[in-house]
């Protein structure tokens, strides 16, 4: 599992702080320096740049200067969300110790604004493919046993460790029959994924080879093109569905939320054209910074009429999607894990603001607003409504394809975090899971759906061939 790191205050100790400015940097450079506090009490001998690393040069040019350094370990403090590409990078260019420490945020009802755990996932489902031995931990810096935690992580005591996986077993029939039902159905690909996103990796001839589902790869420009072209009855049809589902449609761009309609009808204009049964979309950034409007209403209305749409081109995501949906006969909402908690022991699953309406909280008005990066609309704001859920992903973690399938109970709880979000007391204990996830390097994209789907989604696995991971 790679050299031992040297007991901690006695080993060199190469930091490198990633963040995105895309979030709250302030309150990303006061959590820095929490975690920069924390890892001083340690007495370690500590090399590398104090502040954010906020983009790919700064990030190489710390990563090139500390190897100059000889550390007998690296840390990468994930700050906020980043893609995987620069822990990648960090990784290869170290061959010692390697660690990555995340922190949570409060569960307030406002924005996502570190998102760091999306960011650790990421690393670690890359660190598991390239078969790079880690170290993780998620704590706050101010926590009671933080300084315990620290020396275990920095003394190599938290390193990930594979999860065994199980013969696929089920006997409910509607598993077989959905997995069978997946043979000749198509999923568009508009655009690619984007870099450092390996969660969202596919091959063509795999995919087909293990479900019968055939990818047809588009590029973005033809989704941005129908919609520019919409026909204005078809676009005034889905303002007018809107209208009657939504609050506070009156109080965001008008102009961004028109280009977000036509999105909508765009995307059934491909379907009807091409017969697709699901999407995998590369959303953003470009639908932000080229076209001017979300895609993330269009996908929850889809997503509710069960035309699953899987985020950052995510086609493993919208394949998982259908399966559960079909298994479930009810909607699948794609969604992040973005924090665990050990203490409340519950997790929250969210996304930007796609969640199918279906899912929302009976007591809470669905709410119209805007995405929290790029600040455009449309976006669906609601909590996830209390229930039992199952969660499902056909994965490729550490290059094997398996059936992720876990279940837990959605709470009745205030919202976690702006747009779609729901907190959930999984099956597993919270401890647990993270180090399941860790462990395991899973994707950062779960498909969730009400009801207990566990029984069903082993048969399908075992129609499909392929062993299942318990979440």
């Not at 779609?420 to 950062?444: I, K, Q």
Request: with cysteine; charged share 20%; aromatic share 6%.
């Amino acid at each position: 599992m790679g050299s031992k790191a040297k007991a901690p205050g006695k080993g060199k100790i190469a930091i490198l702080p990633f963040a995105r400015p895309t979030f709250d940097v302030p309150f990303a450079e006061e959590r820095l320096a929490a975690m920069l506090a924390a890892l001083e009490r340690t007495g370690a001998e500590l090399t590398g740049p104090r502040s954010l690393l906020l983009d790919a040069g700064a990030a190489r040019a710390a990563i090139a200067e500390l190897r100059t350094s000889k550390p007998d370990q690296v840390l990468v403090l994930q700050v906020t969300f980043t893609d995987a590409g620069m822990v990648a990078e960090a990784a290869q260019a170290f061959s010692g110790p390697f660690s990555i420490w995340a922190v949570p945020e409060p569960r307030l009802g406002g924005r996502l604004r570190l998102n760091a755990f999306c960011g650790l996932n990421l690393a670690a489902h890359a660190l598991g493919l390239a078969q790079r031995p880690f170290g993780y931990l998620y704590a706050d810096p101010h926590a009671t046993e933080i300084d315990r935690d620290l020396a275990g992580l920095l003394a190599g005591e938290r390193i990930a460790r594979p999860v065994p996986v199980r013969p696929a077993t089920g006997g409910d029939p509607r598993g077989r029959q959905a997995a069978l039902s997946l043979r000749g159905t198509r999923i568009g690909r508009i655009g690619k994924h984007p870099d450092g996103f390996d969660t969202c990796a596919y091959d063509e001839a795999k995919i087909a080879a293990l479900a019968g589902v055939h990818v047809e790869a588009l590029e973005l420009e033809r989704l941005f093109a129908g919609a520019v072209a919409a026909d204005r009855n078809a676009v005034e049809s889905v303002a007018a569905q809107a209208e009657t589902v939504l609050e506070g449609l009156e109080a965001v761009d008008q102009d961004q939320l028109d280009r977000s309609y036509r999105l909508k009808v765009a995307l059934d204009g491909l379907r009807a054209e091409n017969g697709y049964d699901a999407f995998a979309i590369r959303c953003w950034p470009e639908t932000f910074t080229e076209y001017g409007g979300a895609v993330c209403g269009p996908v929850a209305m889809l997503g509710e009429a069960r035309v699953p749409c899987a985020c950052e081109a995510d086609v493993y995501g919208a394949l998982s999607s259908l399966l559960l949906q079909r298994v479930a006969g009810a909607p699948a909402f794609l969604t992040d894990l973005v924090d665990l908690d050990a203490a409340d022991n519950s997790g929250v699953v969210w996304h930007c603001g796609q969640a199918p309406l279906s899912m929302a909280d009976p007591e809470f008005a669905p709410q119209a607003t805007i995405h929290t990066n790029r600040r455009m609309p449309l976006l669906y704001q609601f909590p996830l409504k209390p229930g039992r859920i199952t969660f499902l992903r056909i994965s490729q973690a550490r290059g094997r394809t398996v059936a992720v399938i876990g279940g837990g109970e959605m709470l009745k709880r205030p919202m976690a975090f702006t747009g779609t979000s729901g907190v959930v007391r999984f099956d597993t204990p919270a401890a647990e899971l993270l180090d399941r996830v860790m462990g395991a390097a899973l994707e950062h994209h779960l498909a969730l759906a009400y009801g207990d789907h566990r029984d069903a989604l082993g048969a399908a696995a075992e129609t499909l061939g392929i062993p299942v991971l318990d979440l």
